[in-house]
């Protein structure tokens, strides 16, 4: 059965996609069009590329954290030290190797460009910061007037998953000077928007997978300090668009995998947590297949 589907953020948290995937594909689900944001974008793009879930789960899970994060060496002597640049780079890690990365294993499989790919398989959400907008790529890359079928598909990915302060934001280069793109989950981390829409009728199911507890379960946020403010602000950055659209007519056509006690950034997993996380995918899915209904 062919559907749509939706990937949201959530880091190396996504690697519980991985054991839906092997699901969905078990049971004979084919996704036509697909849209992420973060590390969702990521899986989505494998998909679209045309991985299976057997070699999406070798690829993903053999991901060595040293292969992707690539700060840049510091002249000061002491680690602490290395943070002062942030305030110039605006972040931790470049972001280079990540891209880098992505672009190896979509070559793979032939894809370089969106060119690449068929008209709009693949939706990529990031974020302008310059205009304050959010950016669809590549449907908004005519406005930058760039032509999308020589887009590399992988600086996409790179700009979805541009966390702000632990990747440098993405400085793209348009007629109308530079812009300054970050992680898609600042202002959309679950785009379910862009398929299923309300009074307009769907071409086929669209699937949600969402890497958290229904929003009905999930507790207020407890802020007693600085530190726990800046959380909470982030997060309601990331969530409060996309809970505002998500109704409960909505909500059955969703996947909600919790990841509770792991780090969206904890990048060295060890192997029995990574598999955790793909079993909890399985499990979350299997679930929602026995009542799901569209």
């Known amino acids: 059965m062919k559907i749509d589907g939706v990937f949201s953020g959530g880091g190396i948290k996504g690697l519980a996609f991985v054991g839906a995937y092997q699901v969905l594909e078990e049971r004979g689900y084919q996704f036509k069009r697909l849209a992420g944001t973060s590390a969702g974008s990521i899986v989505a793009a494998m998909i679209a590329a045309g991985y299976n879930a057997e070699e999406m789960y070798h690829e993903l899970n053999s991901l060595d954290a040293n292969q992707i994060l690539d700060n840049k060496r510091s002249i000061f002597p002491f680690k602490f030290i290395k943070w002062l640049p942030i305030y110039w780079r605006l972040g931790l890690y470049t972001g280079q190797a990540l891209e880098d990365w992505i672009s190896e294993r979509l070559k793979k499989k032939g894809v370089k460009t969106f060119g690449d790919l068929p008209p709009g398989v693949l939706r990529v959400v990031a974020s302008d910061l310059t205009n304050g907008s959010i950016v669809i790529l590549p449907d908004d890359l005519h406005k930058y007037d760039i032509p999308f079928e020589s887009f590399p598909v992988a600086k996409a990915i790179r700009m979805s998953c541009s966390l702000p302060y632990f990747f440098e934001p993405v400085l793209l280069k348009t007629n109308k000077g530079k812009i300054i793109i970050v992680d898609g989950g600042v202002l959309s981390n679950f785009p379910m928007w862009l398929f299923d829409k309300?009074?307009?009728?769907?071409?086929?199911?669209?699937?949600?997978?969402?890497?958290?507890?229904?929003?009905?379960?999930?507790?207020?946020?407890?802020?007693?300090?600085?530190?726990?403010?800046?959380e909470a602000l982030f997060t309601t950055m990331m969530d409060a668009h996309d809970a505002r659209y998500i109704s409960r007519k909505h909500e059955k056509n969703i996947v909600f995998i919790p990841t509770d006690g792991i780090v969206a950034t904890e990048f060295t997993l060890t192997d029995a947590k990574k598999q955790e996380l793909v079993n909890i995918g399985r499990e979350q899915t299997i679930k929602f297949l026995k009542k799901w209904t569209y």
Do not use: H, T, W
Request: zero cysteines.
């Open 198 to 230: 309300e009074n307009v009728k769907k071409r086929r199911p669209v699937l949600g997978l969402k890497l958290s507890p229904d929003y009905q379960s999930i507790p207020p946020n407890e802020i007693n300090n600085a530190l726990q403010m800046f």
